[in-house]
């Protein structure tokens, strides 16, 4: 990226799976953002985005958010808008995790998953978790303040074995 890039602004995190077969438990899954602090980039998030939150400063929000992964399009989408975020915050990492009500599911198990960050039209990145296959939870990607007012998109796919409510102390490793 020059110095003369103006880098991403607002983003949106799109998730799209099948519904799970006829008669069997459905398939939940969600994005979760956490942001971090400049001064401590991979230490504990200032704040967690998920289902039912959104960022203190609505820069980051949970717009669309299923259970089940009916319906058209994508499922789960989340928009960030980085430029608005305040200087005082230099990280944004992007995962999702599959709910664990119905029993232990890993990304293996929920059919044509697929992940896509844009920036208006431009597709920035997109990947269908297959490497992730055996994971409860996976890191999609990291957003990274590199100058004033410049934020660097990062693709980040990692996976963990864990539950939702372990997942966001774990993100912020995965830099």
Do not use: C
């Not at 660097?152 to 372990?166: A, I, K, M």
């Amino acid at each position: 990226m020059s110095s003369l890039s103006k880098g991403v602004g607002r983003v949106e995190v799109a998730l799209r799976w099948d519904p799970s077969p006829m008669g069997s438990d459905p398939h939940d899954l969600d994005l979760v953002a956490a942001t971090y602090p400049a001064e401590a980039p991979q230490g504990e998030p200032a704040y967690v985005v998920h289902f039912d939150s959104r960022s203190p400063d609505g820069t980051i929000a949970l717009t669309r958010d299923s259970r089940t992964g009916q319906g058209f399009g994508f499922d789960e989408v989340m928009t960030l808008e980085l430029s608005r975020l305040a200087p005082r915050y230099g990280r944004v990492v992007v995962g999702v995790v599959i709910q664990q009500n119905h029993g232990r599911r890993t990304f293996g198990e929920v059919a044509k998953t697929l992940v896509r960050v844009g920036e208006g039209v431009a597709e920035l990145w997109k990947d269908d978790l297959a490497s992730v296959a055996g994971s409860t939870a996976a890191v999609l990607a990291e957003f990274v303040r590199t100058a004033p007012g410049v934020w660097e998109h990062r693709p980040l796919l990692r996976g963990f074995d864990t539950d939702p409510q372990s997942f966001p102390a774990l993100m912020g490793r995965s830099g």
